[in-house]
Structures are given as C-alpha cells and as structure tokens.
C-alpha cells in the first residue's frame, strides 16, 4: 500500500558511573550535540555521490542501488483513511535530531502522531524550524516540510517540554566507539538523567539508540535513582534497522518491528504507536531485543565478506562471481541478498555495525553496536 513520506548538558560528575562512561571533551563535537552523527554522516554536498535505492533494492546491500531510481513517496488514501477512522494518535517525544530521531521523528509524524524532536543545538533546532536538514536522506526533507506546516512535527531544545507533553519518549543519541573499542554511552546516561529530573508522571523510555545488551536495564536504574518523586515508568527497547538512503522507505514499510518490553503496559502503548504501519511486531524481553540489533548487522556484514571471499576463488580460478551468486542464492535458505561482491557496505560506524559483544566487553556490559 501506498505512504506517504512525510541541552545543556549536566554537570561533570558522570566520571564514573552504573554506565561505566567517562566524559572526554576530546569526544564531543563543538556543540556537544546529542545528535552530532551528523557531524560525520552523510551531507548535502555528497548528494551526488549516494547511492539511492528504491524499494526492491531495499532488499539488498549497497551495490544494488546503483542501477536503481529512487522511490517517491504520495499520501495514501488508505492510511489516511485508517488514521480518520481509528483516530491513531500518539503524543511522542524523540531526543537527539540525528540520523535515526529525525528520519524517525518525521515518519511517525507522517502516520498522524504528534512528534517532538529534541536536540540541545539550537543552531539546528532554528534550522529545523525553517526546514532546513542537516543531513541527506532521500525524500526527507518533504517529510520534514509537510508535518512542520501540518503542526504534527515540532523541535525544541527542552527535554521538559518533550516528556511533559509526550506519552512515549525515544532516546536516539549517539553511541560512538572508545579508543579501546567498548561503547561510549556517555550520552544515553545523561539523557536518562535528565528525564529522570523532569519524570512526573508515567511515561515509556525507549531506547532507539544502538546499546549493548543490558543497557535497558542500566537507563530503568538510572532514571529510579535520579527521580525524586518515584515516579512509575518502563524502559523498552525498539532498535532501528535503517540504511542511509533508504531510511524513510526502511521506516515507512518495515520488514518486522521489534520490541523488547517486560510490561504489557507499555507494550500496549508501543503497538499503538506502530499500528498504522501494518508490519509484523515481534515481541522480545528487552536484552534479546538490543542482541537482535547487534546479530543482523553482523550477520549481513558476514554475507558480504563471505561472498567476497568467494570472488577471490573466483578470479583465481576463471569462474564467473555473479552467477555463483546467484546458484547460492537461489538456495531460499540463504537468499539473493547481501551476496554482491565488492564494497559492499559502510556508514559512519561500519565497525560498530559488524562487531557483537565481546566476552571482554560483555563481562563489562560493554560492547561494540552497529548503528
């Protein structure tokens, strides 16, 4: 079916905390931006240079892309339809305006929900307000232009303001890799402190943010420690699975949904937000919902250095890589996609994408995440 595309940071003392993180100035980027993947990904001048895919490609890696035209996204009468009849409406607040919070941030818009993005750059936020977009994404900035106009997609620098007037709030902050290769998740805790300080009445914390298993359990700790008045709330865990360049057609019609929750009150929250979507929900405690993010990334980084494993055999030996290709993926076990030798694929935090947990980092509740 057709769809349509639509702070000041706290104190110092987080040095050693339940997280383990360790604030390094030499880390942040000039604004301390919670969304600053936007400082490495990708820009208005590679624009050019992307390899936009359509819907069929989204099926497959990188090089799939490359002979194919991008997709174009219309209101569909049917979603709007559904929306007016089911009046699907949720109150959402999304912190961090980088890759993954604003894509998603503009697509639940999109389906009828009224969004919140926070980012604690107010040179982005003005930017945003004016329909600016900091980063490249194939059809987002008409998403972006027709909520703004429509009242359904706001940005503000005040995580207050998100959770007082939200019912489900999204963290999507960065999770950059440490020089020693565990995960900085330096930003997740001082957003969980900073909810924890506002947290007035029940709310749903959702981690879209890419974290290393138990991380839930460490932002539920965070949150009960620093909220003075006990409020009740849950943690749930929702991880993305968006390409740059086809992270709208990703969010709009998704091949499963993914939550990880422990409290059928929030579940029953989390489904109303993903309703209008009509895709395949898989219900998961919260540890196997981070773990799943981790394993399909690796997985799909494994097909592609296998296959191009197979390309050096096949240059050594005179046989062609592209129909052994396609005899192994004729196999429905395995599958066409992700079997293309060469590049392949890459991103701002490729070699977070291609690592899960080590027994080292594990052990610390630490690991390297794909994006």
Do not use: W
Request: aromatic share 6%.
């Amino acid at each position: 079916m057709p769809r349509s595309l639509h702070r000041e940071l706290p104190p110092a003392d987080l040095l050693h905390t339940e997280f383990g993180c360790r604030i390094d100035p030499s880390r942040r980027g000039p604004n301390n931006d919670y969304g600053n993947r936007d400082k490495n990904g990708p820009s208005r001048q590679s624009k050019g240079r992307r390899k936009i895919c359509s819907r069929e490609a989204a099926r497959g890696n990188t090089l799939d892309a490359q002979t194919r035209k991008p997709e174009t996204f219309a209101p569909g009468i049917a979603i709007l339809a559904l929306l007016e009849q089911h009046l699907i409406s949720m109150k959402i607040a999304i912190i961090g305006s980088g890759y993954v919070g604003l894509v998603t941030g503009a697509c639940f818009a999109e389906v009828g929900h009224e969004v919140i993005c926070i980012d604690n750059d107010e040179r982005k936020v003005k930017a945003l307000r004016r329909g600016r977009i900091p980063i490249y994404e194939p059809g987002l900035d008409q998403l972006v232009q027709r909520n703004v106009s429509a009242h359904r997609l706001s940005f503000t620098g005040s995580i207050e303001e998100g959770v007082d007037n939200s019912q489900v709030i999204f963290i999507a902050v960065p999770t950059p890799p440490q020089v020693d290769g565990s995960v900085d998740l330096t930003y997740i805790e001082r957003v969980a402190r900073e909810i924890a300080s506002v947290l007035k009445e029940y709310r749903v914390i959702v981690d879209k943010s890419t974290v290393p298993v138990k991380t839930g359990e460490k932002v539920a700790h965070t949150i009960r420690r620093y909220n003075k008045v006990n409020v009740e709330f849950d943690v749930v865990s929702n991880p993305e699975f968006l390409r740059e360049g086809c992270a709208v057609a990703d969010l709009m019609e998704p091949d499963r949904i993914v939550i990880g929750s422990n409290s059928e009150r929030a579940l029953a929250i989390m489904k109303k937000v993903y309703e209008p979507f009509m895709a395949p929900i898989m219900v998961t405690d919260i540890n196997s919902a981070e773990l799943i993010k981790h394993a399909a990334n690796s997985f799909l980084a494994l097909k592609i250095s296998y296959i191009n494993a197979v390309s050096g055999i096949c240059e050594a030996s005179g046989a062609d890589i592209e129909k052994v290709a396609d005899g192994i993926g004729a196999d429905k076990r395995i599958g066409r996609s992700f079997l293309n030798a060469g590049l392949g694929y890459g991103g701002g935090l490729v070699f977070q994408k291609t690592s899960l947990p080590s027994s080292r980092s594990a052990n610390r509740s630490a690991s390297h995440s794909p994006c």
